[in-house]
């Protein structure tokens, strides 16, 4: 920044809550539900009877909590954009397709067919093809977890720089028309450039034989195997476990600092913060940078969970379901999104069919549960909007600003400015 | 406003946590007499566009396994219904699909999986079934054409879907080339065309298939103005067939299913280009077994090829398929809606037919597909009528016959067998 360095000494916020449970029960809880979670399905459930392993199964299968904790990660990068910085985002699934596509680019087979002179390609930077897939680039999962994010805080600034001069439902119609053309590119990217010769995404077909992810001095460890193949879904556990709670930390760690209280202090009043020496195109851009690398990881590691990248999967109804995992869960508050979007992730996948069938069970109904899924997500969102607007577990910034009376709303009542927050909003609904 | 949300979520706790007991034993074994229970998992979109079809598909399967007893050889037969679609997606989804194929690998009973509908999901199942530690774990699709699952198409298919090195996907539909190239023969032998426009509806499906036409119509001299996509969401076409109309075309080939706004092309290209007797259309079995389309009298003289034989061959044909058929209608007061139906029933028949032949497990179910001589089902017991040979080198059916139904008075009617060399 250009700003002279003030001679005052630094205004610090306050020092936060020291209590041990304040700082560390997240962290710890999270950490010890990992660690259940793994040693239960790795030790405990394989001695368990195959009718329980079964019922178990169709609650809470691994391939779910995987996905769910892959979820979480896109969440979080939702959150930096739309809870830390306030700018609504309806294209995040635009950074899940470019993650992807680069690990469908860099770890698989298909970059013999991209051009027709690549057809010999062969190259390799420690990777871990599939047997007999040896063609084509590879290069080690971990190396393409880093060009993943950086390519796509890259295609974040390219993506946020356009929309830096728009607000509120301006920006968030540009980025709804980013998140739709990006997919349609990846459903007909098969045949472009003069003559179509390039294929760059191999259109609805997509691109399949993704590497496995190496352990790398992990496989030292007995029990570890060198790679972690198709049916290691505890040791996939582990990895992505890993990356979401790099992601919480990350977040955290932001936020506490001279990024983060900018990002805050543009949410909270642009024009303000601008006047407070924020410079907003840079830190704007960097909220899209951030947001966007967390989607690169999440893309990476979805293409391995399911083991391709197919074009049919990035549609809008993602960047939704994204949002209402960082809206429900409490916008800003980390914890909060990761606890929403593992919560929305299970009844997405698993969790409503089988309420459905224990409710189906109980009453004697027929009725389809998955099926209703948005009338149950929209039911839910309805719901929190009327008795919890600040989200499920609130960042406090957030729901002292929500609880605070609104002035205008005030003023015009002639309300008395020392009332409580509930006797204002009940004044307010009288009207 | 704190206490009713608390309320709340006591009761949604409470309510988790009952289910949490409750649930977890849907899948009762009623295998009590005779030999062991096996499961044949069937794997289909249950929500979306394809969820009419999918359910009567499922029911197909179950009226031929009871017409069998629910036996195969010793063992008792069970179908497991698994869904590959979520509702957010309105169609199959690819990490279901990749999360149901680790289920049917963990499911110990589970011998053989039916399906997937729709290509893009068997390329995801079929890996993961074949790496199966106890297996590889036999794979039919009823309905997975794609050419590439089989047969070299792009490079490295089709090993892609064998990284164990042995085959375990086999389907008893034909392939989109075989279709493609026969409906390219009958139009330059029969139609006697000269040049023909192509449009495809930018899915794995279509563009295969309209590709196919394409090569096998130049091959024959058929004049190829153009091979392009078509845009699923446009509201008319109208356009689109002005400017192929200057190119003055005598046929237009259709490649899709007429789910991707079928109707509408349909009917545009009837008011831009004439109607079907003019200006030659052709689709292929994409575009059959739609009582929307057959209703549109648009579809009058609309040329459509179809793998094997139309529900109405079928039924006059007598044998085991109309028996089906028979069946199907007085438990469930209507045909099925779609002509996959039958191939479920086909897919499910070389299944059990691999079960006698097996030791009951993974490994032997699968082995008795792909070693040795293979799966034969008989025409007189087939339920698409015709002889289903499974070639045990590349899991493809050896039945290559096409036919071609054209649209006439509000059903697609029976024209010819188009046979493919």
Not at chain 1, 23 to 30: A, K, M
Request: proline letters at 4%; a negative charge; charged letters at 20%.
């Amino acid at each position: 920044m250009s700003t002279t360095t003030p001679t005052a000494p630094v205004v610090r916020p306050p020092a936060p809550k020291t209590s041990f449970l304040a700082r560390f029960g997240w962290p710890l809880g999270f950490f010890a539900a990992g660690v259940l979670v793994f040693v239960f399905n790795q030790w405990i459930l394989p001695e368990t009877s195959t009718e329980f392993q079964n019922g178990f199964g169709s609650w809470l299968p691994m391939t779910a909590v995987n996905e769910a904790l892959i979820w979480a990660i896109f969440a979080l990068g939702l959150n930096i954009v739309v809870g830390y910085s306030g700018l609504l985002d309806l294209g995040y699934v635009a950074f899940w397709g470019i993650g992807g596509y680069v690990a469908g680019w860099l770890m698989a087979p298909f970059a013999n067919q991209v051009h027709p002179s690549w057809a010999n390609l062969s190259f390799s930077v420690w990777g871990n093809p599939l047997p007999g897939q040896e063609r084509g680039i590879h290069i080690n999962f971990w190396l393409v977890l880093i060009i993943a994010a950086l390519v796509c805080a890259v295609a974040g600034v390219i993506i946020g720089a356009p929309t830096l001069r728009l607000k509120s439902d301006y920006l968030a119609l540009v980025t709804l028309g980013f998140g739709e053309i990006l997919p349609e590119v990846f459903r007909n990217g098969e045949r472009v450039g003069p003559n179509g010769e390039w294929n760059i995404t191999n259109g609805t077909k997509g691109i399949i034989g993704m590497d496995q992810i190496p352990t790398g001095p992990f496989q030292y460890i007995p029990g570890v195997p060198e790679t972690i193949g198709t049916f290691d879904l505890n040791l996939k556990f582990i990895v992505f476990g890993l990356m979401l709670a790099l992601a919480m930390f990350v977040s955290l760690r932001i936020r506490e600092g001279r990024l983060g209280r900018a990002w805050l202090a543009i949410r909270e009043d642009e024009l303000a913060a601008s006047m407070m020496g924020v410079p907003l195109m840079r830190i704007k851009l960097s909220a899209y940078a951030v947001g966007a690398a967390f989607g690169g990881i999440g893309g990476v590691l979805y293409a391995t969970h399911i083991g391709g990248v197919l074009a049919d999967r990035f549609n809008f109804s993602v960047s939704i379901i994204l949002l209402a995992m960082v809206v429900l869960g409490g916008m800003g508050n980390v914890w909060g999104v990761t606890v929403g979007a593992l919560l929305l992730a299970w009844i997405n996948s698993t969790g409503l069919g089988q309420l459905g069938n224990v409710w189906n069970d109980v009453t004697g109904a027929e009725v389809n549960f998955a099926s209703h899924n948005f009338l149950v997500f929209g039911a839910i969102l309805v719901l929190f909007m009327l008795f919890r607007r600040e989200g499920l577990i609130p960042e406090a910034r957030t729901r002292q600003v929500l609880q605070e009376p609104e002035r205008g709303e005030i003023e015009s009542l002639g309300a008395d400015m020392e009332g409580t927050a509930e006797d204002t909003a009940a004044e307010g609904g009288k009207k | 406003m704190g206490k009713p949300v608390r309320a709340l979520a006591v009761v949604a706790v409470a309510a988790l946590g009952l289910a949490a007991c409750g649930g977890g034993s849907d899948d009762d074994s009623s295998g009590s007499g005779g030999g062991k229970t096996l499961v044949i998992a069937s794997e289909l979109p249950l929500q979306g566009s394809s969820a009419d079809a999918s359910t009567d598909t499922n029911n197909m399967i179950k009226v031929y396994l009871d017409s069998i007893g629910n036996k195969a050889g010793d063992y008792t037969i069970q179908l497991k219904e698994y869904d590959n679609s979520t509702a957010t997606a309105g169609q199959w989804d690819a990490a279901t699909c990749t999360a149901n194929a680790q289920k049917h690998v963990q499911a110990a009973d589970e011998v053989a999986v039916m399906g997937a509908y729709n290509s893009g999901c068997s390329k995801l199942l079929a890996p993961v079934l074949n790496q199966d530690p106890k297996g590889p774990m036999l794979q039919v699709s009823h309905a997975s054409t794609n050419t590439g699952l089989t047969k070299a198409a792009d490079p490295g298919e089709p090993e892609l879907y064998a990284p164990s090195g042995k085959k375990s996907f086999a389907r008893v539909t034909t392939t989109d080339d075989v279709q493609g190239t026969a409906a390219a023969d009958f139009a330059s032998e029969t139609l006697k065309v000269k040049k023909c426009y192509i449009l495809n509806d930018n899915q794995t499906y279509g563009q295969g298939i309209a590709k196919a036409f394409e090569d096998r119509a130049k091959e024959v001299g058929i004049e190829v103005v153009a091979n392009e996509p078509y845009d699923e969401k446009a509201t008319n076409y109208t356009a689109m067939f002005e400017k192929i109309k200057a190119t003055n075309p005598d046929c237009l080939y259709v490649g899709g299913i007429y789910d991707v706004n079928g109707g509408q092309l349909l009917k545009d290209k009837v008011s831009v280009l004439g109607d079907n007797e003019t200006v030659k259309m052709m689709a292929p079995d994409g575009w059959t077994g739609y009582p929307e389309l057959d209703k549109q009298k648009e579809s009058e003289g609309l040329y459509a090829t179809f793998t094997g034989l139309a529900t109405a061959q079928l039924e006059e044909q007598g044998g085991a398929a109309a028996e089906l058929l028979k069946a199907y209608e007085e438990e469930y007061g209507s045909a099925p809606r779609t002509n996959y139906a039958l191939y479920g029933a086909a897919a499910v028949q070389v299944i059990v037919e691999a079960i006698e032949k097996s030791d009951g497990t993974k490994k032997g179910v699968r082995d008795a597909v792909f070693e040795g001589e293979g799966i034969t089902v008989p025409a007189e017991e087939s339920a698409t009528g015709k002889e289903i040979v499974i070639d045990p080198a590349t899991g493809d059916t050896t039945a290559k016959d096409v036919s071609v139904l054209i649209g006439k008075d509000g059903a697609q009617t029976f024209v010819q067998a188009q046979a493919v060399e």
